[in-house]
């Protein structure tokens, strides 16, 4: 699979469980790539997996303080 396939795929099957390794393995395969252009095409991609780690590791952080303040 080449390495753009590779980063949509990771995108999609992204989940709270494996976004740390999945956006790893994406940056991994970004710097792999040739040239602008191609960084151009995923830059979506790993925005949204960058998101996706920040959303999830924010519900996570709010949840543990709802648990100590019991």
């Given amino acids: ?14 989940t709270r469980a494996t976004i740390a390794r999945d956006l790893a393995r994406a940056v991994e395969l970004l710097k792999s790539l040739p040239d602008e252009d ?17 959303e999830w590791a924010g519900q996570q952080a709010s949840e543990k303080g709802k648990r100590q303040k019991r």
């Fill in 1 to 14: 699979m080449d390495a753009p396939s590779e980063i949509k795929k990771l995108y999609y099957n992204a």
């Fill in 38 to 54: 191609a960084r151009q095409q995923v830059a979506v991609y790993m925005d949204g997996l960058s998101q996706m780690r920040s």
